[in-house]
C-alpha cells in the first residue's frame, strides 16, 4: 500500500523526523498541530490558537485529498483547563456536523511555552473519493 506524507515546513518536522500528515489507503492522520502562524508568531489567545490549528490540520488534510468533514477522530491538548470551554466552542464550529469521535486533555506542557492549545486529527475518505483525490503537494513512499 502506498504511503504519501505531506509536510508543511515546521522546523520540527525535519528536528523530530515526523510529516505533518501521512495518508495510507483511506485514512489520513495528522500529527499534533501547534498554532504557529507562517511568521513565527503565536497568539496568546486560546481560540485564535485553536482556530489556527484547526486552519493547519485543514490545510494539510486537503493536501493528501480529504476534508475536515472526512475527520472521525480529533485529540486535542490544552495546558490549562480553563481553556477548555473556548477551544471545545471553535471545535464545535468546525466539527458540530461532523462529530469525530474526541479526546480533550490536559498537560503538563507543550514544546513551546506560548503554546496553549495543540491538536491532532484522523481521517478517512470515502470510497468514492479515495480513487480520485489526486494528492496535492505529497511525497510518496513504496
Known amino acids: 500500500m502506498t504511503r504519501r506524507r505531506h509536510a508543511s515546513g515546521s522546523p520540527y518536522e525535519s528536528l523530530l523526523g515526523f ?4 495518508r495510507v489507503g483511506d485514512r ?3 500529527s499534533g498541530t501547534a498554532p504557529i502562524w507562517p511568521d513565527g508568531t ?3 489567545d486560546p481560540v485564535a490558537q485553536a482556530r489556527r490549528c484547526l486552519e493547519i490540520v485543514g490545510e494539510a488534510l486537503d493536501a493528501l485529498g480529504a476534508s475536515l468533514v472526512d ?3 480529533t485529540r486535542t491538548y490544552l495546558v490549562d ?8 466552542r471553535v471545535h464545535g464550529e468546525v466539527f458540530g456536523e461532523v462529530r469525530p469521535a474526541s479526546t480533550m486533555v ?7 511555552p506560548r503554546w496553549r492549545v495543540e491538536m491532532e486529527a ?8 479515495s480513487a480520485d483525490a489526486a494528492p496535492k503537494d505529497a511525497e510518496a513512499d513504496g
Open 19 to 22: 510529516s505533518r500528515a501521512v
Open 28 to 30: 489520513v492522520l495528522v
Open 42 to 44: 503565536c497568539d496568546p
Open 71 to 73: 475527520v472521525v477522530r
Open 81 to 88: 483547563r480553563r481553556d477548555q470551554e473556548a477551544v471545545g
Open 106 to 112: 490536559v498537560v503538563g506542557g507543550l514544546l513551546d
Open 122 to 129: 484522523e481521517a478517512i475518505v470515502p470510497a468514492e473519493r
